[in-house]
């Protein structure tokens, strides 16, 4: 099992839809979670860190589940900008890097 | 804006050139990351760094090197390029967390050096 996964997509969902997507990582020491937004050809930006108890932060929403070792990001009212890739980041619980792994991402396309 | 720098944003350049890709961050961070990433790719880690005088090599193998004489700056050499190493190189910094306590910081990244070797 690869230690994040990630559905690639694309996702295409309409303007001002509501869409959800899920990660799974395979570290249950894991303990630092976040969500990364890549545009085409620029590099990776924080989107939010992921808390237990679930944060929200405008329109965008993220969970963990520890039971199922996944986390997810939900974003409502969709617009045209959110169009992107969302990469699922995970800490590796330490040693080696002792750093963070990065999922394929997920690309989202919203259309008009 | 940024806090942490690449240069150059665009390189060509002939095969066999030695080159040096500079990342630079004000942010007094201890660790920095290399990563490559080809278009539409998933992100690669290179070669990271936990501090002054400290260089490891990433999940990925590659033919560059990297030093960390400064705090703030890490910049990655390619002795000879080849086209092979057409790509996107990303640099990356975070606060040093002792590995014990699980938890990391999220990285700031830089806007990259795409690097075509001709």
């Known amino acids: 099992r690869k230690e994040v996964e990630q559905d690639p997509g694309p996702f295409n969902v309409p303007e001002g839809a509501t869409v959800a997507f899920n990660c799974t990582y395979s570290n249950s020491a894991s303990q630092s979670f976040f969500w990364y937004r890549q545009d085409c050809r620029k590099e990776p930006k924080l989107l939010m860190s992921v808390y237990s108890s679930g944060n929200e932060d405008g329109r965008f929403t993220a969970q963990l589940n520890r039971a199922s070792q996944y986390i997810s990001l939900l974003i409502r009212d969709s617009k045209l900008s959110d169009s992107a890739t969302y990469l699922c980041?995970?800490?590796?619980?330490?040693?080696?890097?002792?750093?963070?792994?990065f999922g394929k991402g997920t690309h989202l396309i919203i259309q008009p | 804006e940024a806090d942490i720098y690449q240069t150059p944003r665009y390189l060509v350049i002939g095969t066999g050139k030695k080159i040096t890709l500079e990342c630079s961050q004000t942010m007094g961070h201890d660790k920095m990351y290399w990563y490559q990433q080809d278009p539409g790719m998933e992100l690669h880690l290179i070669h990271y760094s936990y501090g002054v005088n400290s260089t490891e090599k990433g999940d990925l193998s590659s033919e560059s090197t990297v030093s960390r004489i400064r705090t703030e700056h890490f910049p990655l050499t390619l002795e000879s390029a080849r086209p092979s190493h057409t790509s996107q190189y990303l640099c990356a910094s975070s606060e040093y967390l002792s590995s014990a306590t699980g938890v990391s910081y999220g990285y700031t990244f830089g806007s990259g050096t795409r690097l075509t070797v001709v």
């Open positions: 980041v995970v800490n590796s619980g330490g040693g080696g890097a002792d750093g963070l792994t």
